[in-house]
């Protein structure tokens, strides 16, 4: 009998487990796949936002704030590969001719919203300005030094170490087909074991919503957003580009935009579009995303390289946050529904968050 089952080993599982284990919990992770980080947060930008673009007061600046400054501080301390990139969020050359007033909104929005936070930044007025930054044409914007690239399964591996490391089992390779619920525990089965706990944790993203249905939880509507990423052929080495180049995005939109992302590894990407999973974006469509910050580039120069899909609350209002909710307490059930972007950035922010939870239970129950 555990005190914890966490059904997923994404990013925001292992967060999980090294959270409450290190708490003094006994923790078991069930994951379908072979090893972790083999959905969604293996296949993303892999950016630490700082909360920047979200909409003030929602879970997810709260805890891509908290969350972000806990995992860079992470990553220095473990010697986890990550880069300094900064994030520059700009208007491109071309919008002059267009009429520079959408992007000139966005930006102000983006700066109202992002300033309660205390991220740091700073306006950046003029090409010349920019060019100091990053090799490309755009008449100006606003540059967060503090946003980071981070390579997504060494962090991944080291939270899962600190959790083995404080007691974590690990089952890979097993998928939970059916949850038995008694009066004080879960039985959550798989194919091959069968893990009792006190308390559930559904962490299963793309899949969280059924899993909460097997649970006995809430039946949730969830929509997916696939996102297309194309390579751009020579890495930054060759396109000189080490700093994340954002488009300004109107309030609302469905991403942050198709953007530049340099990575650990050296490569360069052209990427997320957002569509629909049975659609993949055009290739004129991030060709058109590259040229209008880097008008040298060729179609030939891309090549398409990955996609992820990420899931998104339906709600009535069309408002999305994520949903992190003690959805009963005896056996007590935890759902986290719609953990799409910056869910990474998060991951140690919702682990704390959870833990909060768990051990405000423990609290008025007595223990667990
Ligand atoms: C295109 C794209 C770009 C993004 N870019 C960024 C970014 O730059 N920065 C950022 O912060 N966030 C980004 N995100 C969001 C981020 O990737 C997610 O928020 C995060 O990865 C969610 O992690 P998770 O652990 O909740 O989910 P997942 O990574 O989906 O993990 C869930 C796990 O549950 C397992 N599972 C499901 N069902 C079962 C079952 N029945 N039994 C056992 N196991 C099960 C799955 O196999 C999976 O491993 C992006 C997402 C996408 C799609």
């Known amino acids: 009998m555990f005190d914890v089952c966490i059904i997923g080993a994404g990013v925001v599982g292992c967060a999980l487990a090294r959270e409450l284990a290190q708490h003094g919990l006994s923790v078991a992770v069930v994951e379908k796949h072979d090893g972790p980080c083999k959905e969604t947060s293996g296949r993303n930008s892999r950016v630490i936002h700082s909360g920047f673009h979200e909409t003030p007061g929602s879970l997810k600046a709260k805890l891509a704030f908290d969350g972000s400054t806990q995992l860079i501080q992470y990553a220095e301390q473990r010697g986890i590969q990550f880069l300094r990139t900064g994030m520059l969020i700009a208007i491109p050359h071309g919008s002059i001719r267009?009429?520079?007033?959408?992007?000139?909104?966005?930006?102000?929005?983006?700066?109202?919203?992002?300033?309660?936070?205390?991220?740091?930044?700073?306006?950046?007025?003029?090409?010349?300005?920019?060019?100091?930054?990053?090799?490309?044409?755009?008449?100006?914007?606003?540059?967060?030094?503090s946003v980071c690239v981070i390579d997504v399964e060494h962090f991944a591996d080291s939270l899962i170490q600190d959790a083995k490391a404080a007691g974590?089992?690990?089952?890979?390779?097993?998928?939970?087909?059916?949850?038995?619920?008694?009066?004080?525990?879960?039985?959550?089965?798989?194919?091959?074991?069968?893990?009792?706990?006190?308390?559930?944790?559904?962490?299963?993203?793309?899949?969280?919503?059924?899993?909460?249905?097997?649970?006995?939880?809430?039946?949730?509507?969830?929509?997916?957003?696939?996102?297309?990423?194309?390579?751009?052929?020579?890495?930054?080495?060759?396109?000189?580009?080490?700093?994340?180049?954002?488009?300004?995005?109107?309030?609302?939109?469905?991403?942050?935009?198709?953007?530049?992302?340099?990575?650990?590894?050296?490569?360069?990407?052209?990427?997320?579009?957002?569509?629909?999973?049975?659609?993949?974006?055009?290739?004129?469509?991030?060709?058109?995303?590259?040229?209008?910050?880097?008008?040298?580039?060729?179609?030939?120069?891309?090549?398409?390289?990955?996609?992820g899909i990420r899931p998104k609350r339906v709600t009535k209002n069309g408002k999305s946050d994520f949903t992190i909710r003690?959805?009963?307490?005896?056996?007590?059930?935890?759902?986290?529904?719609?953990?799409?972007?910056?869910?990474?950035?998060?991951?140690?922010?919702?682990?704390?968050?959870v833990k909060e939870i768990v051990l405000t239970l423990s609290a008025l129950e007595g223990g667990l």
């Open 168 to 307: 974590a089992q690990f089952l890979f390779g097993s998928e939970v087909v059916q949850i038995a619920i008694e009066k004080n525990s879960h039985t959550v089965q798989t194919a091959n074991a069968e893990v009792k706990a006190r308390v559930l944790i559904n962490s299963a993203g793309l899949h969280a919503h059924e899993v909460s249905a097997m649970a006995g939880g809430p039946r949730y509507e969830v929509e997916f957003i696939r996102g297309d990423y194309y390579e751009l052929i020579g890495g930054i080495a060759r396109w000189n580009l080490r700093t994340l180049v954002y488009p300004a995005m109107p309030p609302r939109s469905p991403s942050k935009g198709i953007h530049f992302g340099p990575r650990t590894d050296g490569r360069l990407y052209v990427g997320p579009s957002a569509t629909a999973v049975s659609k993949e974006a055009p290739k004129e469509a991030f060709l058109e995303a590259a040229r209008k910050f880097l008008p040298e580039v060729r179609e030939d120069d891309l090549r398409w390289a990955y996609s």
């Open 98 to 145: 267009a009429g520079l007033w959408r992007e000139a909104n966005a930006l102000w929005k983006l700066w109202k919203a992002g300033r309660r936070y205390n991220v740091p930044f700073r306006f950046v007025m003029t090409p010349s300005g920019v060019r100091k930054i990053a090799p490309i044409r755009a008449v100006g914007g606003i540059f967060l030094p």
């Open 326 to 353: 003690l959805e009963r307490s005896a056996p007590p059930l935890i759902n986290l529904i719609g953990i799409d972007s910056p869910g990474l950035s998060a991951s140690m922010g919702i682990a704390c968050h």
